[in-house]
């Protein structure tokens, strides 16, 4: 030692050097010989801990063992694979360089910004790469097979969209976060086991997406759809066995491809390059925990684009639903077709569904057919999914649903007071739902309301069942006592649908009474509208409630969870982040983003959410508010300024959105007056 060390202040030290010397051996003694010939004989020793101790004690043990956990975890050194520079740090607090990768193209940041954020967190002993190794791993993921990208005139795609699905379900299991989805039975019970094996020798592409509900498998669905600014189809691929997977950083942007249009043949092109990959996905299957499993493919997106992939005419062809058989409307035309497989104006059924092998065996436009042979598929479809596989577009058909409500009050008051009632009630329920729902129309969604605001309006269904009320309050006799059946059909109708929208967008598995609720809901529903409502026609989405969605529900106990809501999301995503990915044109700009979100993918919530911490959910009714003076009440929140001309544009698209509903609800009025008059002549 010769004086160097021994002080008060080396104290620390020593102890820590002799931790590490005496922790790491085995012996219970240490003898040591000194050049004197003495012998020195060190024995371990135990001392237990007192087990009941006061709070400065427990503060100190807890604040030790701390340290400890910071020392031992924190950070890990070796050699990383992804960097390939022996001695960098592999992994910080449970996140690899990989997913560090990912974290900084998931939250759009800079590489600048992220070394500053490492800087501020204590650098190296932060336990994150530096922005160096981070870079040198992303040109190596980015090369990877998974993440490959190709550039079409059509758009920006990903090379090898199986190869990018069995990535994300190696992570999924990797993280402990994959989920069994399971196909139920009548009794709303999976109808395998737990424990159940793929069978050794079987075949996936034999079962063409559809294997049986008794085999182990992967839910997978592709879904397209149209939308953002700049305007672009984007196609996406959701793994559903996970806890969110309709959050759009838990799906797989498969490809964005700009463009004008998207109807067949431009839609035929893009898919061009997904599906073999597609194809390959069904038949070899996907590795789950070394288990080769099959693909349960499930077609989602917006109801034009499903009818585009599957080769259907469209919501006005002779036959408009692509999973069954009924024709739009009887007519005199096709009078045996009507009573062969029925109408969508039948609301008590019987549903025909569609073979199951009828889009798969439709290789070849086959428009010079007949009607009776091509049902209104006359194109070869891009995807060929079993009819039951479907999903019935639970967001798209709560906003049809509920404008669909909203303008049915307009069109009871052109009924009972005329068009010049009908155009003030109009603009009177575009004020009330801005000033008790406080709900406004947006121009993105075609002059509608969003999602979000559909369930609010659905929440306050009670003010508009009044307001309805209030205005046919003037009438008087025969007059008065049809519009009270019309109020009592309406209230009645607002009140199912609450009930159904809740269980229709329910992205979890949907309770067995509820499921059996939903049946008779829905049938009361759409009943009760066509029977009380004479004028009006059950839509091809008011059809796909109706004799579709129990169905689908009852086989994959859930809607919600299927549904397009990841989809749409997408369009949002692309709109506020495409500054972050310049180009020289909208293409190039596509390929960056699409590049950036596929090494996001590596950082995805279901992913690293593993190491976050997690929160118990909060007890009903405990955000509520409980008191008058409550500031979360919105009356005793401070108002929100607002410049005159954001106030002027808001009254403006309320006045367009109520123009638009009277305009339509006046159409639908005139076209049933005047089928009314033809009947009687």
Request: aromatic share 6%; net charge positive; with cysteine.
């Given at each position: 030692m010769s004086g160097g060390v021994g002080h008060a202040q080396d104290e620390p030290i020593l102890g820590r050097i002799a931790s590490v010397i005496l922790l790491s051996s085995d012996q219970d003694e240490i003898c040591l010989h000194h050049k004197n010939g003495r012998r020195r004989v060190c024995v371990r020793k135990v001392s237990p801990l007192r087990v009941v101790v006061k709070k400065s004690q427990q503060n100190k043990r807890r604040a030790a063992?701390?340290?400890?956990?910071?020392?031992?975890?924190?950070?890990?050194?070796?050699?990383d694979e992804m960097s390939g520079t022996p001695g960098s740090p592999v992994e910080v607090g449970g996140l690899s360089v990989r997913q560090q990768v990912g974290l900084v193209f998931e939250l759009g940041i800079s590489w600048s910004t992220f070394s500053k954020l490492r800087h501020a967190l204590g650098g190296s002993k932060s336990g994150l790469a530096s922005r160096h190794v981070l870079r040198a791993a992303k040109r190596e993921l980015a090369s990877s097979p998974a993440k490959e990208l190709i550039?079409?005139?059509?758009?920006?795609?990903?090379?090898?969209?199986?190869?990018?699905?069995?990535?994300?379900?190696?992570?999924?299991?990797?993280a402990g976060q994959f989920v069994e989805r399971f196909v139920y039975g009548p009794d709303h019970e999976p109808l395998r086991a737990e424990d159940a094996t793929v069978p050794y020798d079987f075949d996936p592409g034999a079962w063409g997406g559809r294997p049986p509900p008794t085999v182990p498998d992967v839910h997978i669905t592709v879904g397209l759809d149209k939308g953002g600014d700049p305007g672009s189809e984007k196609i996406v691929d959701t793994i559903i066995n996970q806890e969110r997977p309709n959050n759009p950083s838990n799906t797989i942007l498969a490809a964005v491809c700009p463009c004008d249009k998207d109807h067949y043949p431009q839609v035929s092109a893009m898919m061009a390059t997904h599906m073999p990959c597609i194809d390959e996905l069904l038949g070899r299957g996907l590795d789950v925990r070394g288990e080769r499993r099959p693909v349960r493919l499930i077609l989602s997106g917006d109801y034009e684009s499903q009818k585009t992939v599957v080769g259907h005419k469209g919501p006005n062809a002779i036959m408009p639903c692509y999973q069954c058989k009924s024709t739009k409307a009887p007519s005199i035309a096709h009078a045996a077709l009507d009573a062969k497989y029925g109408t969508l104006q039948d609301v008590l059924g019987p549903w025909h569904l569609r073979d199951a092998d009828q889009y798969a065996h439709c290789v070849e436009d086959v428009a010079n057919l007949g009607q009776a042979d091509h049902l209104s598929v006359t194109r070869a479809p891009l995807i060929s999914p079993h009819p039951r596989q479907i999903v019935p577009i639970p967001v798209h058909l709560t906003l049809g649903i509920n404008s669909r409500e909203l303008r049915l009050a307009v069109e009871v008051v052109i009924l009972c007071g005329g068009h010049r009632a009908g155009s003030a009630f109009a603009h009177e329920l575009a004020t009330l739902l801005h000033e008790e729902v406080h709900v406004h129309p947006v121009p993105y969604h075609g002059g509608l309301f969003i999602g979000r605001d559909c369930h609010a309006i659905g929440e306050h269904s009670d003010a508009m069942c009044a307001a309805l009320e209030r205005k046919l309050s003037w009438l008087e006799g025969e007059a008065a006592a049809v519009s009270r059946r019309f109020l009592h059909a309406y209230r009645t109708a607002w009140g199912l649908w609450n009930r159904i929208r809740k269980v229709l967008n329910s992205a979890s598995i949907v309770a067995a009474g509820d499921a059996a609720a939903f049946w008779s809901d829905v049938e009361a529903f759409v009943s009760g509208l066509k029977g009380s409502f004479s004028w009006l026609n059950v839509s091809p989405k008011l059809y796909l409630l109706l004799a579709h969605a129990p169905d689908f529900l009852d086989?994959?106990?859930?809607?919600?969870?299927?549904?397009?809501?990841?989809?749409?999301?997408?369009?949002?995503?692309?709109?506020?982040?495409?500054?972050?990915?310049?180009?020289?044109?909208?293409?190039?700009?596509?390929?960056?983003?699409?590049r950036a979100m596929a090494l996001a993918g590596d950082a995805s919530p279901a992913v690293i959410g593993?190491?976050?911490?997690?929160?118990?959910?909060?007890?009903?009714?405990?955000?509520?508010?409980?008191?008058?003076?409550?500031?979360?009440?919105?009356?005793?929140?401070?108002?929100?300024?607002?410049?005159?001309?954001?106030?002027?544009?808001?009254?403006s698209e309320r006045a367009t959105w109520a123009e638009k509903v009277f305009a339509v609800a006046a159409q639908t009025v005139a076209t049933y007056e005047g089928r009314l008059r033809e009947h009687s002549r």
């Open positions: 063992a701390r340290q400890q956990l910071v020392s031992a975890n924190a950070t890990k050194w070796g050699a550039v079409t005139s059509t758009g920006a795609h990903l090379a090898n969209l199986a190869l990018a699905v069995q990535e994300r379900v190696t992570a999924l299991c990797d086989e994959f106990g859930s809607i919600g969870l299927y549904g397009e809501q990841g989809l749409e999301a997408w369009h949002g995503r692309y709109t506020q982040t495409a500054r972050l990915y310049p180009g020289e044109s909208d293409l190039a700009s596509a390929a960056e983003f699409v593993q190491s976050a911490h997690k929160r118990s959910s909060a007890k009903d009714g405990a955000h509520l508010a409980t008191k008058a003076g409550d500031k979360r009440l919105r009356a005793n929140k401070p108002v929100v300024p607002v410049c005159d001309e954001t106030r002027e544009k808001a009254a």
